[in-house]
């Protein structure tokens, strides 16, 4: 089997990419989430480059790992008690090779530049993916929604669009939600947009609400599809979600449609949790009861307790395995955010008999913890093809504004299914075609870069 994910200097076998990630590193040095993903990304592309020696002439790792724009803004707006914030704005514009930019819009205090980059860089792989048409973009803020009123949100949200709208529009550029922004900001940003647009231009965001041009299974969609992933996986691997333990990472839209599907497919879930720390429920957990919390409430976890006196509250240590891996299961899903899971989480999980993981967040990962599972034949789904499920019904979104018609829920989810059934076999197929066994990161890698390196050479050099 070939290698995966291992740095630059020892494993890279093929020059070109091994000077380009090189080359990336030495001008990027600051970012290094964004490293983090060149490198996994262009380590597992050596053998599709050693089959394609003209990708060097015409530098197309060069360009592939240079976002076409960056965009970065001053976001003032004022709070409760009239007082002036700025905040820091940005969208990513990586690749339109094969669409206009797609990707969602983060609100998280840690949202800097290498963020913004590793999930825009990201963004065009699993676009690609998805075979529908959408190139790789992402934006966000620094800004922090925790503890923020309905009307800081609101205030917020119409300052960062009134900058936002100058660089999208839904042949250009068209966000959707992430950390921190659901139904409630897409709502606030659409508003603002059409206001200064002029225009009821509903296809320049998605995830909006059912009234004004949303699609039916957008917020279920990275859930639903990350579990459809899986039971694909599984299946390849003559195993069944029926009957398995799991245990998930957050408690936000992913984790709670992931949780749900996981259910449906008789799963017991045991575990979720949020920055603070996790809820363990030997009973399964009640969704019902975290629903509440989280979308309705917009509380903590640990009030989970509150209705569940029997449930077990377990709260993060600084520096400390987040509590959530700290119970045994057979399936890991992932469901909050960036490398969460280091190296020394992947032995304790796999010491305790994970059968799979199932990254439903961004790169929840890092590099060295993957390698790991993949030694230790822990199955990984990839979240740049086990989380598209998202995108992709954001993509379906498009379609039915474009059409000015909608799909019913069944209809969605069905297109969703076989979509994620068609991402699973475009990762196991490349997987085999190049040595990569049961390898689906370097399959979903090597599967999305094709069609966005097949389009580049087209397109000419620009
Ligand atoms: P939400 O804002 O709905 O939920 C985020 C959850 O993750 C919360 O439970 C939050 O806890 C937790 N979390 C966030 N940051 C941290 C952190 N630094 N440490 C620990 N926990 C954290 O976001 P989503 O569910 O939409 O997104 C979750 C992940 O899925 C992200 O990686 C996102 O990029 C990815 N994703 C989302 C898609 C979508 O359609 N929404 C599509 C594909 C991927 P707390 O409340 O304590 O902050
Ligand atoms: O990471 C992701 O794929 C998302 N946050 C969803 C992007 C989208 O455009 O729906």
């Known amino acids: 089997m070939n290698s995966c994910l291992e740095s630059a200097e020892t494993k890279v076998t093929n020059a070109y990419v091994a000077r380009v ?47 076409e724009r960056i965009i970065s803004f001053r976001v003032p707006w004022l709070n409760d008690k009239g007082e002036t914030i700025v905040n820091r704005g940005y969208r990513i514009q990586f690749s339109g090779a ?21 999930l825009a860089f990201e963004q065009i792989f699993k676009n690609s993916l998805t075979s529908l048409p959408i190139g790789g973009g992402k934006g966000g803020s620094d800004f922090d929604p925790k503890g923020k009123s309905d009307n800081e949100i609101m205030r917020f949200c ?131 009861a975290v629903r509440q919390i989280k979308e309705v409430n917009r509380g903590r976890i640990r009030e989970y307790l509150e209705s569940h006196p ?45 059968i799979a993981v199932g990254e439903g967040a961004n790169m929840p990962c890092t590099n060295e913890a993957e390698a790991y599972f993949l030694e230790n034949n822990v199955l990984v789904a990839p979240a740049k093809a086990a ?26 989810d069905q297109k969703l299914d076989s979509i994620m059934v068609n991402i699973f076999k475009a990762c196991k197929d490349a997987a085999d075609e190049y040595g990569y066994g049961k390898n689906y990161i370097a399959g979903a890698n090597i599967a999305g870069f094709l069609k966005v390196a097949k389009a580049m050479v087209s397109q000419g050099i620009i």
């Open 387 to 412: 989380n598209a499920g998202g995108v992709s019904v954001s993509a379906l979104e498009m379609s039915q504004n474009s059409m000015r018609y909608s799909w019913t829920f069944e209809e969605v």
């Open 310 to 354: 029997s449930a077990r509250y377990t709260e993060n240590v600084k520096g400390e395995t987040p509590a959530v891996y700290t119970i045994k299961a057979d399936l890991i899903l992932p469901c909050a955010t960036q490398n969460d899971i280091n190296l020394e989480t992947a032995k304790l999980l796999t010491a305790n008999g994970a």
């Open 158 to 288: 119409q300052s960062f669009m009134t900058e936002l709208c100058k660089h999208i529009g839904h042949n250009l550029d068209v966000p959707a939600g992430d950390i921190g922004v659901g139904g409630r900001e897409i709502g606030y940003l659409f508003g603002q947009y059409r206001r200064i647009r002029n225009t009821y231009e509903a296809g320049v965001l998605t995830g909006k609400g059912l009234e004004y041009g949303g699609s039916l299974a957008r917020p279920e969609a990275t859930g639903y599809g990350l579990m459809y992933y899986m039971r694909e996986m599984l299946k390849a691997n003559e195993m069944t979600l029926q009957g398995k333990t799991a245990i998930i990472s957050g408690s936000g839209n992913v984790a709670i449609y992931a949780c749900q599907k996981a259910q449906a497919y008789g799963v017991k879930v045991l575990a979720m949790s949020d920055s603070n720390g996790c809820i363990y429920d030997e009973n399964g957990i009640d969704l019902d």
């Open 98 to 118: 094969i669409g206009p930019y797609k990707g969602g819009l983060r609100f998280h205090p840690s949202v800097n530049q290498s963020i913004m980059k590793f």
């Open 21 to 67: 990630i090189e080359e990336t590193k030495a001008k990027n040095a600051n970012e290094p989430e964004f490293l983090q993903t060149v490198e996994e990304v262009l380590t597992t592309l050596a053998p599709v480059i050693d089959k394609h020696p003209e990708y060097e002439k015409i530098a197309l790792l060069e360009r592939l790992v240079e976002p």
